[in-house]
């Protein structure tokens, strides 16, 4: 018993520890990217020209070292040079033991799952990284990838500059993983910088749960619960700014919350708590079910609109929509139960 208890806390601090990295990635890194981003009179006296070709090494990291855009994927995100929490917390780290991207070598850039570079595996060869250094835009061509152990060698690219961009693998899940996600690119431009980077927008979900005061107070957050969380997954047509900031990850605590409310209310058998809940005419399910198996989550959007979220596990299929700036359940089958 003991030990269940102590993998089902490690479970909710495997999510909670991610959630909360994002909603502190999303505003302090949107600052980081606006700041960088400021004209050269904000930011201090223009650099000369011969220091383009420099490498930065910044001592401090309460300014970005320098920004990496994915035009195919519409991002652009702030590098901060190590690879302490407290740095990948906030940006993608720049992995101190490597070149600074342009540098002879393989250039290395890391961030957390969930995060700045959730999307790189849908990037395919001939896609642009691009690294931008003040008054330079080095473009980089991806060139492939690789799943690795961390510590595996990653070897330059013919021409002896690379920059590979790791993350860990599976870049979808909400838990530990032991692999990375490894993508590989080579130096193929160097070009003036035309113009500033625009800031980081960041959207939120737009929605709540409706749950009364009463059933609040019960606790609906992962830690209060016994849920074991699998995989964050989106479908539909979900912007580049949903994809890539935190609103993926406040979609589903806001899930969550509504799932483990609903469980609260159907084991107190309490149909004033399932009126704010659910859908009107939803009839309240006559027992709750097992929560033994790894539970996903499929988030349904429509650039930056919620339509659906469906919670699945083989014990249960819980389905939330969005009405009227509310996630409501609409349906939820189960083994356990005959009725929807």
Same mark, same amino acid.
């Given at each position: 018993?003991?030990?269940?208890?102590?993998?089902?806390?490690?479970?909710?601090?495997?999510?909670?520890?991610?959630?909360?990295?994002? @909603? /502190?990635?999303? %505003?302090?890194?949107?600052?980081?990217?606006?700041?960088?981003?400021?004209?050269?009179?904000?930011?201090?006296?223009?650099?000369?020209?011969?220091?383009?070709?420099?490498?930065?090494?910044?001592?401090?990291?309460?300014?970005?070292?320098?920004?990496?855009?994915?035009?195919?994927?519409?991002?652009?995100? +702030?590098?901060?040079?190590? #690879?302490?929490?407290?740095?990948?917390?906030?940006?993608?780290?720049?992995?101190?033991?490597?070149?600074?991207?342009?540098?002879?070598?393989?250039?290395? #850039?890391? %961030? /957390?799952?969930?995060?700045?570079?959730?999307?790189?595996?849908?990037?395919?060869?001939?896609?642009?990284?691009?690294?931008? @250094? @003040?008054?330079?835009?080095?473009?980089?061509?991806?060139?492939? @990838?690789?799943?690795?152990?961390?510590?595996?060698? $990653?070897?330059?690219?013919?021409?002896? *500059?690379?920059?590979?961009?790791?993350?860990?693998?599976?870049?979808?899940?909400?838990?530990?993983?032991?692999? *990375?996600?490894?993508?590989?690119?080579? #130096?193929?431009?160097?070009?003036?910088?035309?113009?500033?980077?625009?800031?980081?927008?960041?959207?939120?979900?737009?929605?709540?749960?409706?749950?009364?005061?009463?059933?609040?107070?019960? &606790?609906?957050?992962?830690?209060?619960?016994?849920?074991?969380?699998?995989?964050?997954?989106?479908?539909?047509?979900?912007?580049?700014?949903?994809?890539?900031? +935190?609103?993926?990850?406040?979609?589903?605590?806001?899930?969550?919350?509504?799932?483990?409310?609903?469980?609260?209310? $159907?084991?107190?058998?309490?149909?004033?708590?399932?009126?704010?809940?659910?859908?009107?005419?939803?009839?309240?399910?006559?027992?709750?079910?097992?929560?033994?198996?790894?539970?996903?989550?499929?988030?349904?959007?429509? &650039?930056?609109?919620?339509?659906?979220?469906?919670?699945? %596990?083989?014990?249960?299929?819980?389905?939330?929509?969005?009405? /009227?700036?509310?996630?409501?359940?609409?349906?939820?089958?189960?083994?356990?139960?005959?009725?929807?």
């Amino acid at each position: 018993m003991a030990l269940g208890v102590l993998m089902l806390l490690a479970a909710a601090l495997g999510v909670a520890y991610p959630m909360w990295w994002d @909603h /502190h990635s999303s %505003s302090v890194g949107s600052g980081l990217v606006k700041s960088y981003g400021a004209p050269p009179s904000a930011r201090g006296a223009a650099r000369p020209a011969a220091a383009c070709v420099e490498s930065p090494r910044p001592s401090v990291t309460k300014a970005a070292a320098g920004l990496v855009q994915i035009p195919a994927l519409s991002l652009t995100a +702030p590098v901060l040079n190590g #690879l302490s929490d407290g740095v990948l917390a906030v940006a993608a780290g720049h992995d101190p033991a490597s070149p600074w991207p342009g540098g002879v070598g393989e250039s290395v #850039l890391e %961030s /957390h799952d969930v995060s700045y570079f959730s999307e790189i595996g849908r990037l395919t060869a001939g896609a642009d990284v691009v690294w931008i @250094h @003040h008054c330079e835009e080095l473009t980089f061509r991806v060139i492939g @990838h690789e799943i690795l152990n961390p510590g595996d060698l $990653i070897y330059p690219p013919a021409d002896g *500059r690379g920059l590979a961009l790791i993350t860990c693998y599976p870049t979808d899940a909400l838990f530990y993983t032991p692999e *990375r996600f490894v993508l590989l690119t080579a #130096l193929v431009a160097t070009n003036r910088e035309t113009g500033t980077p625009g800031p980081l927008h960041v959207v939120t979900p737009g929605v709540k749960v409706p749950a009364p005061r009463d059933l609040v107070a019960q &606790g609906l957050q992962l830690a209060n619960s016994g849920v074991l969380v699998g995989y964050l997954r989106l479908t539909g047509s979900p912007s580049a700014a949903w994809a890539e900031g +935190p609103a993926s990850l406040d979609l589903e605590s806001l899930a969550l919350e509504s799932y483990i409310g609903a469980e609260k209310t $159907i084991a107190r058998n309490d149909t004033r708590w399932w009126t704010y809940l659910a859908v009107p005419d939803l009839a309240m399910p006559p027992t709750a079910w097992s929560n033994a198996l790894d539970t996903n989550v499929t988030e349904d959007i429509a &650039g930056n609109s919620v339509r659906s979220v469906t919670l699945s %596990s083989a014990n249960v299929t819980f389905v939330l929509v969005a009405s /009227h700036g509310e996630l409501l359940i609409k349906t939820i089958t189960s083994p356990a139960f005959n009725t929807p």
